[in-house]
């Protein structure tokens, strides 16, 4: 059956806006992902003091990124059971540690900087730096999905992990106890010259508050 005259011209330029919509769209859902072995996508984003802070000004150093959200209860388990903080402390002579804070202005469990001031105060955190990514531009380049998702970047710029923290995949601070640290092995077997045993897998967490 012919449809009717009237709908034609209507569905002719619905798909061609949808058409138009998804060549701009899929290029960059293409490059929105940092993979494992190439480059790490371009991040600039201010810190807490409002200085704007480049992956490019770490050259030669190793990073590590946390995607962060203090209303994130898989957040708060690893900053009431003190392991991120420990591990931020335990590589801090090796590693730039770049925590990112994706969460929109508009959504409930966006915080000030004077508030994550305060609460990093509180746990004791020592990231390098604390950067608001307000516009999610940078979550979306990594292809930062949950808080918290984690990756690695080697001296050489390149994406080595992309993951979870470890393999305990529940918001409960005790099984932080028997967690296999994916990070943190992932960071020693860098230090020590060889290969990451496990340089992929699926991040658990809060999916991240975008726009």
């Known amino acids: 059956m012919n449809p009717h005259p009237l709908y034609r011209p209507w569905a002719a330029a ?17 490059q929105a992902a940092a993979v494992v072995g190439q480059p790490a996508p371009a991040l600039r984003a201010p810190d807490l003091a409002g200085k704007p802070v480049n992956l490019a000004d770490f050259k030669g150093k190793t990073v590590v ?33 770049l925590s990112i804070n994706s969460t929109h202005p508009g959504h409930p469990d966006y915080q000030t900087p004077q508030a994550l001031e305060k609460e990093l105060a509180r746990f004791g955190a020592a990231p390098t730096r604390f950067l608001m990514d307000e516009s999610g531009a940078v979550g979306l380049a990594y ?7 984690m990756y690695i970047i080697d001296p050489a710029g390149k994406v080595v992990y ?15 106890k028997t967690a296999r640290n994916l990070v943190a092995e ?26």
């Not at 992309?162 to 932080?176: H, L, Y």
């Not at 020693?188 to 726009?211: D, F, H, M, Q, W």
Request: hydrophobic share 45%; proline share 7%.
């Open 65 to 97: 990124l946390e995607w962060h959200n203090f209303g994130c209860p898989f957040v708060q388990k690893h900053y009431r059971s003190g392991n991120m903080q420990a591990l931020q402390k335990r590589f801090a002579a090796d590693v730039v540690w």
């Open 14 to 30: 619905a798909l061609a806006v949808l058409a138009s919509l998804a060549a701009a769209v899929m290029p960059l859902l293409a």
């Open 143 to 149: 292809g930062a999905k949950v808080t918290p998702h």
């Open 162 to 176: 992309n993951g979870a923290i470890d393999d305990k995949r529940s918001a409960n601070p005790d099984d932080v």
């Open 186 to 211: 992932a960071l020693e077997e860098l230090r020590a010259g060889k290969p990451i045993s496990n340089p992929v897998n699926v991040p658990y967490g809060c999916t991240i508050k975008y726009k």
